[in-house]
């Protein structure tokens, strides 16, 4: 996500997040502007999933799952 960012300092704090491998975000820590792009991006990565993943054994399984978890976040599918 933090590659397809537009704001400068929301791709910085993704970016850092993946390389200190801290896997959760903090909403709250983001401004609204930058919350607003981060509910975009996560909408948009089930497309970029199936656009950049390399083909690999669970691809499939990964999309699905991507698919799935942003169903969740968009309430239109129930836990």
């Known amino acids: ?4 960012a537009v704001d400068p ?8 997040r993946f390389t200190d491998e801290v896997h959760w975000l903090d909403l709250e820590a ?5 919350q ?4 975009v991006l ?4 089930p497309a970029a999933a ?6 690999f054994d669970e691809r499939d399984a990964v999309i699905a799952q ?3 978890l942003i169903a969740l976040v968009d309430g239109s599918e129930a836990p």
Do not use: G, K, N
């Not at 199936?50 to 083909?55: N, T």
């Open 36 to 39: 607003r792009e981060l509910l």
């Open 9 to 16: 300092r929301l791709a910085a704090t993704l970016l850092e």
């Open 66 to 68: 991507i698919d799935r």
């Open 42 to 45: 996560l909408r948009d990565t």
């Open 1 to 4: 996500m933090a590659a397809r």
């Open 50 to 55: 199936r656009r950049d993943l390399p083909a």
């Open 30 to 34: 983001f401004t609204p502007s930058e």
